[in-house]
């Protein structure tokens, strides 16, 4: 009898935990492990707004993936073009694989809403290469500004108040004293604008965070605009809507944040899904496929407590991982899959250097304490995944600045 085939698409947070807690949980002579992911390296989503704003470059937010790996798994640089369920078949750039058993976590892709000109003319922070180009971007529109003066050049919006807006203001109003002095520009001068429909900002975190974070920004010189709709975007500027009133804000940044969505390659194949997300079984495989498990931002795992889903984070993809990989070795021992149990430490978000707000097990933090549970935190992710020597290569050592 052959070896049971395991193919894991995707190596991000959800990929990722599976892959290493798979093979510290099964005898890998007994299965055929394969990792498929676009790229040799994974990226820290939650670290990307740091690159984009500046504070570190791309390449601290990005780490190998074959190193991590065990021998006996296999390593794929393949871009997946299909999942045919039907015939458990995984149609790469680089070739065809079988499965028995398949992990799908392709993550996530910016949501434009159908808003005319936002997938041409905005910047995302939706990976590492993304993150870089609008640090590159911003720098560019500077230069131009110091050289003709234009306005639009030295003004940048944000569309999107959630948690990844946010977190990129924080970090970015910490570089523009330094990006003003590069470029001879008077600080006065530089305009960050946030746009959000809804009419307040961070709509996961208590209402008191959120204004904490709002003003703490707004001290700090982010302009907002709360209650507007962007409703066109061009090369010149966005349209916005605010109480049935159009106005036009003219700018050669813009940097989109206001939603996300799952993977276009699992909204194309046959697994039933809404906005590329299939919603799983409380053993986060799908009904209609039971030997497909869905983990991270392509999945929707409900809360059978609150019956509503749970926010997609990058610690409820490392949980559902680490679940995965048990219930398939359950699986292989002929015994019950368990249901998955999250354990939620809470949320944490960045507001620049020594600045945050947490919610961690029903307490509020705000300040330098939330400041330092996020790097605590991103190092805990380092270490789930890579122990001790990935948080010696990649860790945030300096947690108390």
């Known amino acids: 009898m052959g070896k049971t085939k395991i193919v894991i698409v995707g190596a991000g947070y959800g990929g ?11 005898a890998l002579d007994t299965v055929d492990i394969t990792l498929i992911n676009k790229n040799d390296y994974h990226y820290e989503t939650t670290w990307l707004h740091e690159a984009a704003a500046g504070a570190i470059s791309a390449n601290d937010v990005c780490y190998e993936i ?21 015939q458990q078949q995984v149609l790469t750039s680089h070739g065809t694989y079988e499965y028995d058993y398949l992990i799908v976590g392709l993550g996530f892709e910016a949501q434009h809403y159908n808003i005319p000109g936002i997938e041409q003319h905005a910047l995302t922070i939706s990976n590492a290469l993304a993150a870089s180009k609008v640090w590159a971007h911003v720098n560019a529109q500077f230069a131009r500004y110091e050289q003709y003066g234009r306005p639009e050049d030295a003004t940048i919006v944000v569309g999107g108040a959630g948690f990844t807006g946010i977190e990129f203001l924080g970090t970015f109003v910490d570089q523009l004293p330094k990006l003003a002095a590069a470029y001879h520009i008077p600080l006065e001068t530089l305009r960050v604008i946030c746009v959000e429909s809804a009419t307040t900002i961070l709509p996961d975190f208590p209402e008191t965070l959120a204004q904490y974070a709002q003003q703490a920004l707004t ?13 066109g975007c061009t090369d010149k500027g966005i349209t916005v809507r605010q109480q049935q009133q159009e106005s036009f804000i003219p700018t050669s940044t813009i940097i989109w944040t206001a939603g996300v969505k799952g993977s276009s390659i699992v909204e194309a194949s046959s697994l039933p899904s809404a906005g590329g997300r299939v919603q799983v079984l409380p053993t986060l495989n799908v009904e209609q496929y039971p030997n497909v498990f869905v983990v991270g931002d392509c999945s929707i795992v409900i809360d059978r407590y609150e019956q509503k889903p749970y926010p997609p984070t990058a610690q409820l993809a490392m949980q559902q991982g680490e679940t995965i990989a048990l219930n398939l070795q359950r699986l292989f021992a002929d015994e019950p899959m368990v249901p998955f149990m999250p354990n939620l430490k809470g949320s944490v ?15 509020e933090y705000t300040g330098r304490k939330a400041a330092v549970l996020k790097k605590m935190i991103d190092n805990h992710a380092l270490f789930l995944v890579g122990g001790p020597g990935l ?4 860790g945030k050592f300096n947690i108390f600045k």
């Open 16 to 26: 990722l935990a599976s892959v290493v807690t798979l093979q510290r949980k099964i």
């Open 219 to 231: 001290a700090r010189g982010v302009e907002w605009m709360t209650q507007t709709a962007i409703i």
């Open 349 to 363: 978000c960045s507001l620049g250097k020594g600045d945050g707000i947490a919610l961690v097990k029903g307490r």
């Open 391 to 394: 948080i010696a290569k990649k």
């Open 66 to 86: 074959e190193p991590l790996l065990k021998q006996g798994v296999r390593f794929v640089q393949a871009t997946v073009e299909t999942l045919d369920v039907e």
